[in-house]
């Protein structure tokens, strides 16, 4: 049998990472047993519909590289794949069920529903009473019958069976029990026509041929209904695998309160896809014990879903910035570049060459955590500096400064090798001559070219800029120095 996964999402707004996190165990899941992986939208609950939701979803999935088989926009053997389009499928399999007495119609308004709970104060749950409300039941089949075809208002609710235990198999969880006692008799068609989630989710999962049903623990309190529906259809049910919460650093439910949950937002924060995708893989499982590395294809290789943890999963942010950081230094440079580009576009920085950020990058990639911090750290890297330190410059310009630096810029003027190494070794060498230190002449350099008294390596810094751009700002600076306007 052929391993069919599905990510069902709904739309409501943008992707989470805990949304993040089901959609990647189920790729990694069906990749790894050579699948097939589907992308599903669960939109029949009208009132939290949010506009564009569907398009950000599926941006956020392509930019995390999870591409799937079947789904809006690609088809496939099951479409639509978009239950809003699949409202006659649910209609027919409501009347099955109906048909087989294993739901029925129900009549009551929502102020008699609010009545109903009031009886049991107190209570977090309130078991729909069928004895007693407004029912096929308590109203009789034709009296009922008459109702729905007169036009009242109506739903389909499940019966479900009194006093028996529903039994399922989670492969992270174990055996679980539930006693029907438990479980209310569950609206399955909504009086505006459309499906709940339970109906629509049992009838796809079952019509798509899904054999592994992989989602959020949230989500645990449901199956017993779905089991039962499964039951009563007299379909076999799919196997299922519950994920554990993810939590902040206080256990408590993972929450916008302590930072960014959407993935959106991390891309546009600047972390990579690859350093996003690593992390949210290992919120529940690890493929070893001393490893936290690993590529797309590793994490397929090694994916175990009965290896995923029951306990809730801390979502540590400041491990999340560790990672991006392990992937930033390992990126080759044309990629941040890529990614540079943009950010410098945005900044109105533009006509410099893909080699020149790559440079650029390279200087810069051990001091950043992020691609973005490049132009507020080294703005100087792309046009002459405007502000100079004060204290720095207070500290390390002296009355002779001009004197020693001029002989020092007819040499640089001079060299047709402008690569670190032969620049420390011109400048170490005419300094010593002069019976000074190396850093007596560094930190005026440093000022002069950068603004800053802190940076990447002097010469290094100096050799990317290159020799035409150095003499100028040096020649600049002393000029502007000499007017006293620094
Ligand atoms: N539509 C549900 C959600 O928004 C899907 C739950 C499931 O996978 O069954 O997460």
Same mark, same amino acid.
């Given at each position: 049998?052929?391993?069919?996964?599905?990510?069902?999402?709904?739309?409501?707004?943008?992707? @989470?990472?805990?949304?993040?996190?089901?959609?990647?165990?189920?790729?990694? $899941?069906?990749?790894?047993?050579?699948?097939? #992986?589907?992308?599903?939208?669960?939109?029949?609950?009208?009132?939290?519909?949010?506009?564009?939701?569907?398009?950000?979803?599926?941006?956020?999935?392509?930019?995390?590289?999870?591409?799937?088989?079947?789904?809006?926009?690609?088809?496939?053997?099951?479409?639509?794949?978009?239950?809003?389009?699949?409202?006659?499928?649910?209609?027919?399999?409501?009347?099955?069920? @109906?048909?087989?007495?294993?739901?029925?119609?129900?009549?009551? %308004?929502?102020?008699?529903?609010?009545?109903?709970?009031?009886?049991?104060?107190?209570?977090?749950?309130?078991? #729909?009473?069928?004895?007693?409300?407004?029912?096929?039941?308590?109203?009789?089949?034709?009296?009922?019958?008459?109702?729905?075809?007169?036009? %009242? !208002?109506?739903?389909?609710?499940?019966?479900?069976?009194?006093?028996?235990?529903?039994?399922?198999?989670?492969?992270?969880?174990?055996?679980?029990?539930?006693? %029907?006692?438990?479980?209310?008799?569950?609206?399955?068609?909504?009086?505006?026509?459309?499906?709940?989630?339970?109906?629509? /989710?049992?009838?796809?999962?079952?019509?798509?041929?899904?054999? @592994?049903?992989?989602?959020?623990?949230?989500?645990?309190?449901?199956?017993?209904?779905?089991?039962?529906?499964?039951?009563? =259809?007299?379909?076999?049910?799919?196997?299922?695998? @519950?994920?554990?919460?993810?939590?902040?650093?206080?256990?408590?439910?993972?929450?916008?309160?302590?930072?960014?949950?959407?993935?959106?937002?991390?891309?546009?924060?600047?972390?990579? !896809?690859?350093?996003?995708? /690593?992390?949210?893989?290992?919120?529940?499982?690890?493929?070893? !014990?001393?490893?936290?590395?690993?590529?797309?294809?590793?994490?397929?290789?090694? =994916?175990?879903?009965?290896?995923? /943890?029951?306990?809730?999963?801390? $979502?540590?942010?400041?491990?999340?910035?560790?990672?991006?950081?392990?992937?930033?230094?390992?990126?080759?440079?044309?990629?941040?570049?890529?990614?540079?580009?943009?950010?410098?576009?945005?900044?109105?920085?533009?006509?410099?060459?893909?080699?020149?950020?790559?440079?650029?990058?390279? +200087?810069?990639?051990?001091?950043?955590?992020?691609?973005?911090?490049?132009?507020?750290?080294?703005?100087?890297?792309?046009?002459?500096?405007?502000? =100079?330190?004060?204290?720095?410059?207070?500290?390390?310009?002296?009355?002779?400064?001009?004197?020693?630096?001029?002989?020092?810029?007819?040499?640089?003027?001079?060299?047709?090798?402008?690569?670190?190494?032969? +620049?420390?070794?011109?400048?170490?060498?005419?300094?010593?001559?002069?019976?000074?230190?190396?850093?007596?002449?560094?930190?005026?350099?440093?000022?002069?070219?950068?603004?800053?008294?802190?940076?990447?390596?002097?010469?290094?810094?100096?050799?990317?800029?290159?020799?035409?751009?150095?003499?100028?700002?040096?020649?600049?600076?002393?000029?502007?120095?000499?007017?006293?306007?620094?």
């Amino acid at each position: 049998m052929s391993v069919r996964v599905r990510f069902a999402p709904s739309p409501t707004g943008f992707l @989470h990472v805990g949304g993040l996190r089901t959609a990647l165990y189920n790729y990694l $899941f069906a990749r790894h047993h050579k699948g097939t #992986y589907v992308l599903r939208i669960e939109d029949t609950d009208r009132t939290r519909l949010v506009e564009n939701a569907v398009e950000n979803l599926i941006k956020s999935l392509k930019w995390a590289g999870i591409d799937y088989d079947e789904g809006p926009g690609k088809g496939g053997d099951y479409a639509p794949y978009i239950q809003s389009e699949r409202l006659s499928i649910y209609k027919e399999y409501a009347d099955i069920l @109906h048909k087989k007495g294993a739901a029925y119609y129900a009549f009551d %308004t929502t102020e008699e529903i609010d009545e109903m709970r009031k009886r049991n104060p107190g209570e977090s749950f309130t078991k #729909y009473d069928r004895t007693s409300m407004k029912n096929e039941y308590t109203l009789g089949e034709e009296e009922s019958k008459k109702m729905v075809d007169s036009g %009242t !208002s109506y739903v389909l609710r499940l019966k479900v069976p009194d006093s028996t235990t529903v039994v399922f198999d989670d492969l992270i969880r174990g055996k679980v029990e539930v006693s %029907t006692n438990e479980i209310d008799d569950q609206v399955l068609m909504k009086s505006d026509g459309f499906p709940t989630y339970h109906l629509a /989710n049992v009838v796809d999962d079952h019509l798509m041929k899904i054999t @592994h049903v992989i989602r959020g623990e949230e989500w645990l309190p449901s199956t017993p209904k779905h089991v039962l529906l499964y039951h009563a =259809f007299g379909w076999e049910k799919p196997l299922f695998a @519950h994920l554990p919460l993810l939590l902040n650093p206080d256990k408590s439910k993972l929450s916008k309160r302590q930072g960014s949950v959407a993935v959106e937002d991390f891309a546009s924060e600047g972390y990579f !896809s690859d350093a996003i995708v /690593n992390f949210v893989a290992l919120l529940g499982w690890n493929p070893s !014990s001393d490893r936290e590395i690993y590529t797309i294809d590793e994490l397929i290789e090694s =994916f175990d879903i009965e290896k995923v /943890n029951k306990g809730g999963a801390v $979502f540590d942010r400041a491990k999340l910035e560790w990672m991006n950081f392990q992937y930033l230094k390992l990126m080759p440079a044309n990629e941040l570049a890529d990614i540079l580009t943009p950010i410098l576009e945005a900044k109105g920085i533009t006509g410099f060459q893909t080699e020149y950020l790559e440079k650029v990058i390279n +200087l810069f990639r051990e001091r950043i955590k992020f691609v973005k911090e490049i132009p507020e750290i080294a703005g100087y890297m792309f046009s002459s500096p405007q502000d =100079f330190e004060q204290e720095y410059l207070e500290k390390h310009w002296k009355g002779n400064t001009v004197e020693i630096l001029e002989p020092l810029l007819d040499k640089y003027k001079a060299t047709g090798d402008f690569s670190h190494s032969a +620049l420390y070794e011109l400048t170490k060498s005419y300094i010593e001559g002069l019976g000074k230190k190396l850093k007596e002449i560094i930190h005026p350099i440093r000022l002069m070219l950068t603004g800053k008294s802190a940076g990447a390596g002097m010469f290094e810094t100096m050799e990317v800029l290159g020799k035409d751009e150095c003499i100028k700002r040096i020649e600049e600076f002393i000029k502007i120095k000499e007017t006293g306007k620094i």
